[in-house]
Every structure is written in C-alpha cells, then in structure tokens.
Nanobody, 114 residues
C-alpha cells in the first residue's frame, strides 16, 4: 500500500488549504482513512477520521473548520482546511487502515503565518 500526501505549503491565518493523499488501489476498499498532524516539538495528534458508510469524527480543535473526504475517482483521501490558525502549523500525515494494519503517508508540511 502506497500513500503520497501533498498540498501543504505556506498560508496566512484565516486562509484555506486542501491536502490530498493519493492511495494505491481503490480508496473504498480500506476500512478507514485518517489525518494526523505533528507540530514542532510536539507529539503526533489525530485530526480526523472517515469510515465506510461516511461515519466521520474530528478533533475538537478542528471541528467546524476542517472537512475530511474521499474521492473514489482519484483514489484520494482529502482534508479541506478552512479558517486556518497559526496553531494549525504542522506536518500532516495521512493514514489508511486495511484489516488490522495501518499504512502511513510521508507527511506534507503546512505553515500558517499570523
């Protein structure tokens, strides 16, 4: 299973950014897709999860601002990030689950300037 995350970059506070994670194979064959992030000098934290059937959860810190989705046509896991804050600055990682195994992407960096 190969995952390639992209879409990171520099954005001003209040702006938006869309991250995508290209997944090998059919995205809908995976049990769940999730995004995590790791800010400088902090441990990795969970951001959002999408499960088969559309069940979705968000961390409280991003609820109402971020939207996780899957695109079957492109086989991507996406994270639309709106109203970005400096505290959203982090390396963002995608993860998919198949069976009992998790597969991680390499991370894409998002920097939000104040």
């Amino acid at each position: 299973v190969l995952l390639q995350a992209y879409g990171g970059g520099l954005v001003q506070a209040g702006g938006f950014r869309r991250l995508s994670c290209a997944v090998s194979g059919n995205i809908f064959t995976y049990n769940a897709g999730a995004w995590f992030r790791q800010a400088p000098e902090k441990s990795r934290e969970w951001v959002a999860t999408i499960r088969p059937g559309g069940n979705i959860d968000y961390a409280d810190s991003v609820k109402g601002r971020f939207t996780i989705s899957k695109d079957g046509g492109k086989n991507t896991l996406n994270l639309q990030m709106n109203t970005l804050k400096p505290e959203d600055t982090a390396v963002y990682y995608c993860r998919v689950t198949k069976g009992v195994r998790n597969y991680w992407g390499q991370g894409t960096e998002v920097t939000v300037s104040s």
